[in-house]
C-alpha cells in the first residue's frame, strides 16, 4: 500500500510538469461546502447527466463545477430529460457564468478582480445548550450542525459576511471571506473564515491558507473530515479537476488526489500539534466512484516529531514503532455506485478504522446512504437516507491526544462524535425555477458508553427563494425534542433554532 502510494504520488506530480492535452485548468476560487450548487450538481449526476465527477472530494473549485454543468449541457443535448432538470442548468449557468466561458475557451482565462462575489446577511434565532462529548473537549449544539466551527449564543444574533476572489494571469489566484458576527449590539467578532492564495501548475494546485474540506461521501456528515469544525490553515496539494494518468495508471480512470499539513491549537491537552491528511479518488467506471483517505495527528509540544518519510507511512497505513507509534491515525474507503436503470438511484458507504492490525481496519465505524434524484416522473422530489454507525467508543478519541479528533472545540469528522448513531432522512422538492423546499428528520443517540444515552429528535425545515438572478433568500426552522440531556435522565428540553438570510451575488 505504501509503495503504491508513493507510485501515485510521484504519476500525479510527473503529471503536474507534463500535463497530458485538455488538463490543465486556471486557478479558481472553491465554492463553500453549504452551496446550494452541490445538491444541484448531485442531482444532475443522479439523472445521468454528469458522469465525470467526484463527489467524494470536496470543495469544488468554481471552474470544476463549471465543467460539470457544461458536461450536462452537451449529454442533455443527446437525451430527453423532465423540465427541472432545464430549470436547474439554467440557475446553475447564470451562478457560473464567467467560468462556463473559461471551460468552452479550453481553459483559456485572464486576470481579474473581483472585490466581492457575493454578499451574506443573516439573523440567528437560537435556544438551547450544547452538548458535550465525553473523553475529549468539544461541544456541539445539536441544532447548529455543519457550520464551520461558528457558534451562536442564545437568542438573537447577526452574521455578515462577504466573499471576493482575484485572479493574476492563468496561474496565481486570491480569495477571502471575512465573517462579522454580532451576538449582541455590543459583542462584535471579526473573522476569517477563509483566506487562500493558490498557484497552479499544469492540474496541479498548491495553495496555502484557511480551507475547509469535505472528504468522503456523506451527506449529513463524513467519518474523516466535514465542515463541522472551523476550517484549518493548511498547506495543501491537490488536481481541482479530474485527469487522466498516463500508462498503466489509465485504467484508474477520472483521478484526484489531496493532500495537507496544518496545526492545531495551542489551548489542548497537547498544544499545537500537526494534523495531516491524504486522500485518493478514482472513478474507474462511470457508475462506480472509489475513495481512499487517511490522516494522522502527531507532534506538539511534549511530543516527538516524524519525518517525511515516516509522515507517508502512516499515511500509507502502516504504525510507527516506539514512542512515535502514539500518533492518532484514522483511515477510510468509500465508494458510491449509480443504478442508471432505477432512476439514477445512488448508493454509498464509508468504512474507517481508528486504528490498524495486520494492514486492516480495525475499531471500525461506517455509514451508508441510499440517494433517490428521481422519486416521481417529473424528477421535482428527491429522497435521502443515511445512517451513521460510530458506537465504537474509541472513535474521536485518544490516549495521548485527550482532546480529542478535535479543532477549536468541534469535532472534525461526523458531527455526532464517538460512541453514537444518526439515522437520517431528507426529502427536497425543488417546486418551479425560483423556488425549492426540503424536509429533514435526524435520529442521534449520544453517549452509547453512558449510563444514560442521550437522544435527540430533530425536524429542520429549508426554503430557498430566488428573488431574481442576483438575490436569494434562505429561511430554515429546526426542533429538537431530546431525552436525557447532558447524560441526566429525565431531563427532556426542548431546543430551536431558526435563520433568515439573504443573499446577494455579483
Known amino acids: 500500500m505504501i509503495r503504491f502510494l508513493r507510485v501515485v504520488v510521484l504519476v500525479a506530480f510527473f503529471s503536474a510538469f507534463t500535463p497530458l492535452p485538455g488538463q490543465a485548468a486556471p486557478v479558481s476560487p472553491l465554492i463553500p461546502l453549504d452551496s446550494w450548487v452541490y445538491p444541484a450538481l448531485d442531482k444532475l449526476s443522479g439523472l445521468g447527466l454528469i458522469t465525470s465527477s467526484l463527489a467524494g472530494s470536496r470543495p469544488y473549485s468554481r471552474y470544476e463545477a463549471a465543467r460539470q454543468v457544461a458536461e450536462a449541457s452537451r449529454k442533455l443535448g443527446e437525451s430527453s430529460a423532465p423540465p427541472v432538470v432545464h430549470e436547474l442548468l439554467q440557475r ?29 446577511v443573516d439573523y440567528i434565532y437560537q435556544d438551547g445548550d450544547p452538548s458535550t462529548y465525553p473523553r475529549t473537549n468539544s461541544r456541539q449544539f445539536s441544532l447548529n450542525k455543519n457550520n464551520f466551527g461558528l457558534d451562536y449564543s442564545d437568542g438573537s444574533n447577526g452574521q455578515l459576511s462577504l466573499q471576493g476572489d482575484a485572479r493574476f494571469s ?46 468522503g ?41 489531496d493532500l495537507f499539513w496544518s496545526q492545531l491549537e495551542k489551548d489542548r491537552q497537547v498544544p499545537e500539534p500537526y494534523f495531516a491528511g491524504m486522500r485518493l479518488n478514482i472513478k474507474p467506471l462511470p457508475w462506480l466512484e472509489l475513495g481512499a483517505t487517511r490522516t494522522v495527528m502527531f507532534g506538539g509540544q511534549g511530543r516527538p516529531g516524524i519525518d517525511w518519510h515516516e509522515f507517508i507511512t502512516i499515511l500509507g497505513g502502516k504504525n510507527l514503532e516506539g514512542d512515535k507509534d502514539s500518533s492518532n491515525s484514522i483511515a477510510a474507503v468509500d465508494m458510491r455506485i449509480t443504478f442508471p436503470a432505477l432512476r439514477g438511484a445512488q448508493l454509498y458507504a464509508e468504512c474507517g478504522g481508528e486504528d490498524e492490525a495486520n494492514h ?34 474509541v472513535w474521536y478519541r485518544h490516549g495521548t491526544y485527550r482532546s480529542g479528533y478535535t479543532y477549536e472545540e468541534h469535532i472534525m469528522g461526523h458531527h455526532i462524535g464517538g460512541a453514537a448513531k444518526d439515522y437520517f432522512v431528507e426529502t427536497r422538492l425543488l417546486l418551479r425555477e425560483d423556488l425549492d423546499f426540503s424536509l429533514g428528520f435526524d435520529y442521534q443517540k449520544r453517549g452509547e458508553d453512558q449510563s444514560n444515552e442521550e437522544r435527540h429528535s430533530i425536524i429542520c425545515a429549508k426554503a430557498n427563494w430566488w428573488m431574481n438572478k442576483q438575490i436569494r433568500f434562505e429561511l430554515q426552522g429546526s426542533l429538537d425534542r431530546t431525552e436525557n440531556f447532558g447524560f441526566v435522565s429525565g431531563d427532556d428540553p426542548d431546543f430551536y433554532y431558526s435563520r433568515l438570510s439573504m443573499i446577494y451575488s455579483w
Open 92 to 120: 446553475l449557468e447564470t451562478e457560473l457564468s464567467a467560468s462556463l466561458a473559461e471551460v468552452a475557451d479550453g481553459g483559456s482565462a485572464t486576470g481579474y478582480f473581483k472585490p466581492v462575489r457575493q454578499l451574506r
Open 170 to 215: 492563468h496561474y496565481l489566484g486570491l480569495e477571502w471571506q471575512p465573517l462579522l458576527l454580532a451576538e449582541s449590539p455590543d459583542d462584535l467578532k471579526l473573522k476569517w473564515l477563509t483566506a487562500r492564495a493558490s498557484v497552479g501548475l499544469g492540474p496541479v494546485e498548491f495553495s496555502a491558507g484557511r480551507q475547509s474540506l469535505s472528504w
Open 217 to 257: 461521501q456523506g451527506h449529513n456528515g463524513s467519518l474523516l473530515l466535514s465542515n463541522n469544525g472551523k476550517p484549518l490553515d493548511m498547506l495543501r496539494i491537490n488536481n481541482p479537476t479530474p485527469i487522466q494518468l498516463p500508462w498503466v495508471f489509465a485504467y484508474l480512470g477520472d483521478f484526484h488526489f
Open 360 to 393: 486492516f481496519f480495525s475499531k471500525t465505524a461506517w455509514l451508508a446512504g441510499i440517494y433517490l434524484p428521481q422519486v416521481e416522473s417529473s424528477g421535482r422530489l428527491s429522497l435521502r437516507l443515511e445512517y451513521t454507525d460510530l458506537s465504537n467508543q
